[in-house]
C-alpha cells in the first residue's frame, strides 16, 4: 500500500497532463509554458532550498558516480552491440550511437525528482544534486564526441565542441540552483523565514508543474518506426540499467540512501532530451520518440517493483 501512495499519485498527475491535451483543456503547445515555470523557476527553488536546509548523511561522490556511471557506462556498452545486430547496414555507426543514448538518458528532472522525493524524503537532495550535477553535461559531451569520432566529421578542436556544453551549463537553472545552494549551505547563514517560506510556496509548486508538463508533453511521442528497437531501447533502460545500479551500489558499498537514489535515477525511462539528441542529429527519430513514449508507460509498472527494492535497502 505505500507503494502504492509513492508511485499512483506521480503517475496521476502525467496523466492528469495527457487528458488535459487529449479532452482540449490546454492546448499542445502549453507544455512549453509549464515546462519553463517548472525547470526555470520551482524546481530550481526546491533543490536550492533542500539542499540549504536539509540534513545530510556523510557521501561518497567517487562510489556514487562509480555506481551510477558504471551502470550507465555497462548498458551503453551493450546498447552499441545491440544496436549493431539490429541495423541493417553495419556501417551506420552513428545510429548505434543515438541508440544507446536513447537507452541510457533517463528522465531524472521531470520524473526523477518528484518519485524520489516522495520515495525517499528530502534526504534524498544531496545525492540527487551529485548525480544532476554532472549527468546532462556527461552525456551530452560522450554522446557528441562519439558522433564526431564515428562520423568522422570532427573539423575543429575538442575544446569546440567543449565549450558550448559548457556554457549551456552556465546558463542552466538547475546547475545554477544546485551551485548557489551548496555555496550558500556553506556559509552557514541559513534563510530568513520570509525568503524561506516564499520559496517554499515556489518549491511546492515544483513535483506538480514537472508532471503535469510530462504529461502534456508525451501527447507529441509516439510508439512508431522501428517496433523491436523501441523495445530493446526501453528494456535497456528501464531493467538493465537500474539492475546494474543496484549491483554496483551493493558492490561499492553505498550507504541505503544513496544506494536507493542511484537505484531510482537509474529506472526512469528514456527522457526528452534524448529525443532532443535524435533530432539534433536526424537519426532514429521514430525509435526514441518512441522509447519516451513507451518507456513511460512500461515505467508505470516497473517503477513500484523498484520502490519496493529500494525500500528493501533501508
Given at each position: ?17 495527457y ?56 548498458t ?36 526523477g ?20 550535477s ?6 551530452w ?58 520559496i ?17 508533453n508525451?501527447?507529441?511521442?509516439e ?19 537500474p ?44 525509435p ?27
Open positions: 500500500m505505500a507503494t502504492v501512495l509513492i508511485v499512483a499519485p506521480v503517475f496521476a498527475l502525467i496523466a492528469a497532463g487528458a488535459a491535451v487529449l479532452f482540449r483543456f490546454v492546448s499542445e503547445s502549453a507544455h512549453k509554458g509549464i515546462s519553463e515555470f517548472a525547470f526555470s523557476i520551482a524546481i530550481p527553488a526546491l533543490l536550492f532550498r533542500t539542499i540549504v536546509v536539509s540534513e545530510f548523511p556523510q557521501l561518497s561522490a567517487f562510489r556514487m558516480w562509480g555506481a551510477y556511471y558504471g551502470a550507465l557506462a555497462i551503453w556498452i551493450a546498447a552499441l552491440a545491440l544496436s549493431a545486430l539490429l541495423r541493417e547496414r553495419r556501417e551506420d555507426r552513428e545510429d548505434g550511437v543515438v541508440f544507446a543514448i536513447g537507452s541510457v538518458y533517463g528522465n531524472i528532472v521531470m520524473l525528482i518528484p518519485l524520489t522525493l516522495s520515495a525517499l524524503g528530502n534526504e534524498a537532495a544531496g545525492p540527487m544534486a551529485l548525480i544532476l554532472v549527468n546532462t553535461p556527461l552525456l559531451l560522450c554522446g557528441t564526441l562519439q558522433m564526431e569520432l564515428v562520423g568522422r566529421k570532427q573539423k575543429g578542436s575538442a575544446l569546440s565542441i567543449i565549450l558550448p556544453v559548457i556554457l549551456d551549463l552556465a546558463r542552466n537553472p538547475i546547475m545554477l540552483a544546485i551551485g548557489f545552494g551548496l555555496i550558500w549551505r556553506f556559509t552557514g547563514l541559513g534563510l530568513h523565514p520570509v525568503v524561506d517560506k516564499t517554499e510556496l515556489l518549491a511546492q509548486a515544483g513535483s506538480p508543474a514537472a508532471l503535469i508538463a510530462l504529461g502534456i508525451l501527447f507529441r511521442f510508439v512508431k518506426g522501428e517496433k523491436l528497437g523501441i523495445v530493446v531501447m526501453s528494456a535497456l533502460k528501464l531493467l538493465v540499467m539492475a546494474a545500479a543496484f549491483l554496483l551500489a551493493k558492490l561499492l558499498g553505498l550507504p541505503p540512501l544513496a544506494a536507493g537514489v542511484v537505484v531510482l535515477f537509474a529506472a526512469m525511462p528514456t527522457g526528452a532530451n534524448a529525443y532532443i539528441f535524435a533530432v539534433q542529429y536526424q537519426r532514429l527519430v521514430n526514441v520518440s518512441g522509447a519516451v513514449a513507451l518507456g513511460t508507460l512500461l515505467a508505470a509498472v516497473t517503477l513500484p517493483a523498484v520502490v519496493v527494492l529500494v525500500a528493501g535497502l533501508k
